[in-house]
């Protein structure tokens, strides 16, 4: 059964930093794309950031680029997403979710996901 447990959210002012984790169970990492997505209340789901097992291309969403940076370590079925200079707009429960073969930032397209984390960012 395949897994994704997410950690790492929290409260920070704006300006701050997070750094949430995702590890997945029950699959190899490298022939998946993990994504990470997000959803502030009353709004749909956003793809923030992707980054693929096979070539390791990546992407980011315009609205988080230069600020957010995915990773992942594949011996520990790791991805991370290094959030910096945190805005109040980045306020969102933040879930990862994984795919096989090519990246995607469309939610409807990912086959597994975790339960989200909660990233609050006041100012």
């Known amino acids: 059964e395949v897994q994704l447990v997410e950690s790492g959210g929290g409260s920070v002012k704006a300006g701050g930093s997070l750094r949430l984790s995702c590890v997945l169970s029950?699959?190899?990492?490298?022939?998946?794309?993990m994504g990470w997505f997000r959803q502030a209340p009353g709004k749909e789901r956003e793809g923030v950031s992707y980054?693929?097992?096979?070539?390791?291309?990546?992407y980011y969403a315009e609205s988080v680029k230069g600020r957010f940076t995915i990773s992942r370590e594949n011996a520990k079925n790791t991805v991370y997403l290094q959030m910096n200079s945190l805005k109040p707009e980045d306020t969102a429960v933040y879930y990862c979710?994984?795919?096989?073969?090519?990246?995607?930032?469309?939610?409807?397209?990912?086959?597994?996901w975790g339960q989200g984390t909660q990233v609050t960012v006041s100012s």
């Open positions: 029950g699959a190899a990492l490298d022939v998946h794309v």
């Open positions: 980054i693929s097992g096979r070539d390791g291309s990546i």
């Open positions: 979710a994984a795919r096989p073969n090519s990246g995607s930032n469309r939610p409807s397209e990912y086959n597994y």
